[in-house]
């Protein structure tokens, strides 16, 4: 049973805000919520991550539904080099769990 | 420095000829992973190092070993290479220290099996 459920892919235009969900219905209380994205021949970068709640840093922002069953990735102003795969990702990183990548959100920027 | 490093940055193999695949990190962080990465397809973890237990997954269990001999240094070793062994590889790393840290990843070693 696949930890969490993405849809496969998104278009948008850029200067766009760009919303991209995740279902994790079987969220665990020790686990958090962690978003990364990955262009080609790089390996995947961090974005944000998050328990509860709102979260927000200088690229992007998290919400977190109340149950915790959902999570928004939102990206504000996206241009073309935001065009990449993005991960939803469910783990406890407290030392010695493993981390799976689901099959992510490729998301498709065009001028 | 918050990098994870990873040589070489492209490798060849022919089939059947062992690989070794290098990672390091100097930030103390006392997992490490390795991930295999194809095109198209979402990063599949390999196995992982806490400390210095191994754990496999139990797909790839026979076909990948890899060896941590000190916290900052893990290798991906392949012992006869397949042309499906052709891939990205992905080291990563994080820490317990601070609860819920995020995995650095480093830049990847592209294998290409011939």
């Known amino acids: 049973l696949a930890k969490t459920t993405q849809p496969p892919s998104m278009e948008a235009y850029e200067g766009q805000e760009v919303n991209v969900s995740c279902s994790h219905t079987?969220?665990?209380?020790?686990?958090?919520i962690y978003w990364y994205r990955q262009v080609p021949h790089q390996g995947p970068q961090f974005i944000i991550q998050?328990?509860?709640d709102y979260v927000v840093n200088e690229v992007a922002s998290l919400f977190i539904s109340a149950d915790r069953k959902l999570s928004t990735l939102s990206l504000p102003w996206v241009s073309l080099r935001d065009a990449a795969v993005y991960y939803c990702i469910v783990t406890d990183m407290a030392g010695g769990y493993k981390v799976v990548f689901g099959s992510g959100t490729r998301l498709l920027v065009s001028p | 420095d918050t990098t994870v490093k990873q040589n070489p940055r492209y490798k060849l193999a022919r089939v059947g000829k062992p690989v070794n695949l290098i990672c390091s990190q100097t930030m103390n962080h006392d997992t490490m992973y390795w991930y295999q990465k194809k095109p198209n397809q979402a990063p599949k973890l390999l196995l992982f190092?806490?400390?210095?237990?191994?754990?496999r997954e139990a797909d790839t269990f026979e076909k990948f070993q890899s060896s941590r001999p000190n916290n900052s240094f893990c290798s991906l070793y392949i012992g006869s290479a397949g042309l499906e062994y052709s891939a990205m590889y992905l080291c990563?790393?994080?820490?317990?220290?601070?609860?819920?840290?995020?995995?650095?990843f480093g830049s990847g070693t592209r294998l290409t099996v011939l």
């Open positions: 998050g328990y509860k």
């Open positions: 190092y806490y400390d210095k237990i191994l754990n």
């Open positions: 079987n969220i665990a209380t020790s686990e958090y």
């Open positions: 990563a790393s994080s820490s317990w220290v601070l609860s819920a840290e995020t995995l650095y």
